[in-house]
Nanobody, 127 residues
Framework: QVQLVESGGGLVRAGGSLRLSCVTS????????MGWFRQAPGKEREFVAS????????TYVDSVKDRFTISRDNAKNTVYLQMNNLKSEDTAVYYC????????????????????WGQGTQVTVSS
């Protein structure tokens, strides 16, 4: 059974930083293309970032480019989201997701492409 567990959320002031982590279990981590999504109150869940199985390819939504960095450590079964220069509009519940049906260097941006989801971690940015 595949499980994803996020951590690292919290309350931070605008301009601050947080690092989210997501640990997976149940299958070899290198099998998964990984993604981060977020959902703000009253809004749909939106794509934030994705990283390929190899780690060689990443992609981001425009609103977080140059501020957020997705990375992975296959030895630790963990994907990270380093978030710098946080803004109030980044406030949301952040979810990690895993996709099994990906080539080694493919990334995925559609929510429907992902097979497994974590429970989410709250990020609140105060202005």
């Amino acid at each position: 059974q595949v499980q994803l567990v996020e951590s690292g959320g919290g309350l931070v002031r605008a301009g601050g930083s947080l690092r989210l982590s997501c640990v997976t279990s149940g299958r070899p981590f290198s099998d998964f293309c990984m993604g981060w999504f977020r959902q703000a109150p009253g809004k749909e869940r939106e794509f934030v970032a994705s990283i390929s199985r190899s780690g060689a390819t990443t992609t981001y939504v425009d609103s977080v480019k140059d501020r957020f960095t997705i990375s992975r450590d296959n030895a630790k079964n963990t994907v990270y989201l380093q978030m710098n220069n946080l803004k109030s509009e980044d406030t949301a519940v952040y979810y990690c997701a895993a996709d099994l049906a990906s080539g080694l260097d493919n990334v995925k941006i559609r929510r429907s492409a992902y097979d497994y989801w974590g429970q989410g971690t709250q990020v609140t940015v105060s202005s």
